[in-house]
């Protein structure tokens, strides 16, 4: 039988459960994830770095762990509910179960609560701080339990690039016809979205947060991509300023999540956090260039404020704007596209490799615009 567990939150709710994964005690944002698939790609996902993962399906880890499906080097998520872990793993490629990935990567989880109030109850009052305790320390007292969750630093103001970025430089070479090298900054970047980028004939540059415009220049690169990552973009003025420099001198511009977000507030626009945010892999998105309606993979907590409809000039003088992409359950804007100088985001994750593939195309809109671009400066 597993140690006892807690999860306490903020508001002082408690839920009483069974230890799953590592013992002690985590702290973090608690937030929810709707896919019913992908377990493996969501939790290596960077993104998820200070957030305790609930997954909102009830049956989680029957397929295990492999070696070909992690997004990043290690899991990420500080801390894991699930309602029922899989007592077996039945998978050809599995060659871990999920609860020793977690005791590896040492990630403090929880099992055998109930996660629809969970879930109920974080949309209603929205996302907040929450901690798991297990093992010996789920004995704790409940009210010192409660004060180390309310002392735990909020999401909002947090600069989190630092702790999930490579440290040096990495290159991921082209397949097919050659266009040129590309200038990754990586926030949090997915393996996905680098198979994609080299897929589409770059030769993949991922740099550490710390990059400068120099360094950028140093790669001699045809565009700059912005990965996701978490944390406050309000918390990253460096990587705006960065991101600034790049537009200034004319490099064409990609941004996934974390990156629409930057780029918003490259442009002038503000970020403010959403009540519970998008995190699944079933979030109907509008593309307004086409009408066309698609399933995509969300996981952002935070959003740009720009109107929805129409043109708009830039506060900080980059020409207009237009919101091209908008969330169909809440009007979020969901993507950015300049008018006047080549740079476009979305909020989503069109790589997607745990969900669908609707939106694979805007790796192809991306590579469209380089090639159009060199075409423009020949």
């Known amino acids: 039988m597993p140690a006892p567990a807690v999860l306490v939150l903020e508001d002082g709710t408690r ?3 069974r230890a799953y994964g590592a013992e002690g005690t985590t702290l973090g944002e608690v937030v929810f994830a709707t896919g019913m698939s992908g377990y493996q790609e969501t939790i290596t996902d960077p993104s998820y770095a200070g957030q305790i993962l609930l997954q909102t399906a009830p049956h989680i880890g029957n397929t295990g762990m492999n070696d070909e499906d992690p997004e ?5 998520v500080a801390g894991y509910i699930v ?9 050809w490629r599995a060659n871990a179960s999920l609860d020793e990935a977690l005791v590896r990567d040492g990630i403090v989880g929880i099992s055998g609560i109930d996660t629809r109030a969970v879930t109920r109850h974080i949309r209603s009052a929205g996302s907040m701080r929450g901690g798991i305790f297990s093992g010996t320390d789920a004995d704790l007292d409940p009210e010192e339990q409660l004060r180390q969750v309310v002392e735990a630093p909020q999401m909002a103001g947090q600069n989190l690039s630092s702790q999930v970025s490579v440290d040096v430089a990495t290159i991921t070479t082209a397949i097919g016809e050659r266009i040129g090298n590309l200038a990754v900054l990586d926030l949090g970047v997915k393996q996905a979205t680098i198979d994609n980028l080299a897929a589409r004939g770059f030769d993949v540059h991922v740099l550490p947060q710390t990059s400068t ?3 950028i220049r140093a790669v001699d690169p045809v565009a700059v991509f912005y990965s ?13 300023a960065l991101l600034r420099a790049v537009l200034d001198e004319g490099l064409p511009f990609f941004g996934i999540c974390f990156g629409n977000q ?9 970020t403010y956090k959403l009540p519970f945010g998008h995190r699944g892999i079933n979030q109907p998105v509008l593309d307004k260039s086409t009408g066309k309606v698609e399933i995509t993979a969300h996981n952002h907590g935070f959003a740009v404020d720009a109107p929805l409809e129409g043109a708009f000039d830039s506060p900080n003088g980059y020409g207009k704007v237009e919101v091209s992409h908008v969330g169909l359950n809440d009007n979020v804007v969901e993507g950015l596209r300049a008018l006047d100088i080549p740079a ?3 909020q989503y994750h069109p790589e997607a490799a745990a969900g669908p593939h609707d939106a694979n195309y805007l790796f192809d809109r991306f590579k469209d615009m380089v090639v159009a671009q060199q075409g423009d400066t020949k």
């Not at 996701?228 to 705006?240: C, E, I, T």
């Not at 930057?262 to 503000?270: K, P, Y």
């Open 213 to 215: 415009i120099d360094d």
């Open 83 to 91: 309602r029922d872990p899989s007592r077996v793993v039945s998978n």
């Open 262 to 270: 930057l780029l918003g507030r490259a442009l002038g626009l503000g």
């Open 344 to 346: 476009f985001s979305v």
């Open 228 to 240: 996701n990552g978490p944390g406050d973009p309000a918390a990253s003025g460096d990587h705006v």
């Open 72 to 76: 990043s080097r290690r899991i990420w």
């Open 15 to 17: 839920h009483t459960g």
